[in-house]
């Protein structure tokens, strides 16, 4: 994990870009990396432009990356970005990081990603429980998951945390237990109410 996002660059950049945002595994906890995906998203001016400033900007980052890494940048307006044939749409619009905010990318758009993990534990035995409490709630003084990762439990079966915390709880629930959901939402805040919307989910089982 590269955390660029936090780190509060001092980039050049013309009033044309929108954001620069770091995705891909980089910004994932714990997993592993070759590259840095970086993606400029830009007002509407010509791909050329777009590719002439896209590169300006991956000189000044090159700098700032682990020396065995390498930038791999990519360059958006807002219709490339959201159009259904852009396979980096959702790496970027659900885990994206601006380094212009240093904050969620979504956050532009007034959204709030997040991560539920949903379980079941009726089916197991008392001590596979107690197990599965220690490892989210800690034992002994030392933290547990959520605590660790500043992840919440919603209610009995279901956790809540960042996205870049994705591969830290799947791999340590796996351990555990092998049947529980993945589900990737959105958060907007409208009136003082919040509504969730439904993005992806996936089955983890034992197949």
Not at 38 to 67: C, G, M, P, R, T
Not at 107 to 132: A, W
């Given at each position: 994990?590269?955390?660029?996002?936090?780190?509060?660059?001092?980039?050049?950049?013309?009033?044309?870009?929108?954001?620069?945002?770091?995705?891909?595994?980089?910004?994932?906890?714990?997993?592993?990396?070759?590259?840095?995906?970086?993606?400029?998203?830009?007002?509407?001016?010509?791909?050329?432009?777009?590719?002439?400033?896209?590169?300006?900007?991956?000189?000044?980052?090159?700098?700032?990356?682990?020396?065995?890494?390498?930038?791999?940048?990519?360059?958006?307006?807002?219709?490339?970005?959201?159009?259904?044939?852009?396979?980096?749409?959702?790496?970027?619009?659900?885990?994206?990081?601006?380094?212009?905010?240093?904050?969620?990318?979504?956050?532009?758009?007034?959204?709030?990603?997040?991560?539920?993990?949903?379980?079941?534990?009726?089916?197991?035995?008392?001590?596979?429980?107690?197990?599965?409490?220690?490892?989210?709630?800690?034992?002994?003084?030392?933290?547990?998951?959520?605590?660790?990762?500043?992840?919440?439990?919603?209610?009995?079966?279901?956790?809540?945390?960042?996205?870049?915390?994705?591969?830290?709880?799947?791999?340590?629930?796996?351990?555990?237990?092998?049947?529980?959901?993945?589900?990737?939402i959105f958060v907007a805040e409208m009136f003082g109410k919040k509504y969730k919307t439904f993005v992806t989910s996936i089955r983890r089982d034992e197949k």
């Open positions: 994990m590269q955390r660029l996002w936090q780190q509060k660059l001092k980039l050049n950049y013309s009033k044309d870009v929108v954001d620069i945002v770091q995705f891909g595994s980089s910004v994932i906890e714990g997993k592993e990396y070759r590259d840095v995906d970086i993606a400029v998203i830009f007002h509407n001016i010509s791909f050329k432009e777009q590719l002439d400033q896209a590169y300006e900007v991956k000189k000044q980052l090159a700098n700032l990356i682990n020396k065995d890494k390498e930038i791999h940048i990519s360059q958006f307006d807002f219709y490339s970005l959201l159009n259904a044939s852009n396979f980096a749409r959702e790496g970027i619009l659900f885990y994206g990081k601006s380094l212009l905010t240093g904050k969620n990318f979504a956050f532009r758009f007034g959204l709030k990603p997040v991560l539920q993990i949903l379980y079941n534990l009726e089916k197991f035995e008392k001590k596979d429980k107690v197990r599965f409490h220690y490892l989210l709630r800690g034992k002994g003084g030392k933290y547990g998951l959520l605590r660790k990762y500043d992840g919440r439990l919603v209610k009995p079966g279901m956790i809540e945390i960042a996205p870049e915390y994705e591969d830290v709880f799947v791999t340590a629930i796996s351990g555990v237990i092998k049947d529980f959901e993945v589900r990737k």
